[in-house]
């Protein structure tokens, strides 16, 4: 069995749309997944990436995802690489999936010459997500507001 992350290709949407609805609790059609990875590839910022493993048979589980952009800063000329997505599989949480992608996260930030990595958590992930982050060296450093 083969683990790798690599950028998601449309091959990857019956997996991936099973992983949003881990994420958001809703189910995503694989017409939407196919928009947004068509919104992705036409994007110059956005990028996903899966995590994948692969039996000697040839068949391929998603095992999480992750969303990654640059992000810019004009107040003090920074440039940050954001976790804007992060999602690991239930059957295989507190595996290392996720600390494995958030690796890759930094990893890609640090090729790009960004001063580091941050991320925007909801409210409702307190318990699980928030500690996970904490745990590889997050801080909260302020809030989001939003007006829809």
Not at 32 to 37: K, V
Not at 88 to 107: H, P
Request: glycine letters at 8%; hydrophobic letters at 35%; charged letters at 30%.
């Amino acid at each position: 069995m083969e683990v790798q992350i690599r950028k998601a290709s449309k091959e990857d949407i019956k997996g991936l749309c099973r992983l949003m609805e881990q994420l958001n609790g809703k189910p995503l059609l694989p017409e939407e997944m196919e928009r947004r990875l068509d919104f992705i590839e036409k994007s110059p910022i956005e990028e996903l990436y899966v995590c994948a493993k692969t039996t000697d048979e040839g068949k391929t589980t998603l095992l999480g995802a992750l969303g990654f952009r640059l992000r810019e800063n004009i107040e003090n000329m920074s440039r940050y690489g954001e976790v804007s997505l992060l999602v690991t599989d239930r059957e295989v949480r507190r595996q290392g999936i996720g600390k494995s992608l958030m690796a890759y996260a930094e990893r890609l930030a640090f090729e790009r010459g960004c001063m580091g990595t941050w991320l925007a958590s909801g409210m409702s992930r307190v318990h699980e997500a928030h500690v996970f982050y904490e745990s590889l060296g997050y801080e909260v450093t302020g809030y989001r507001f939003v007006k829809a």
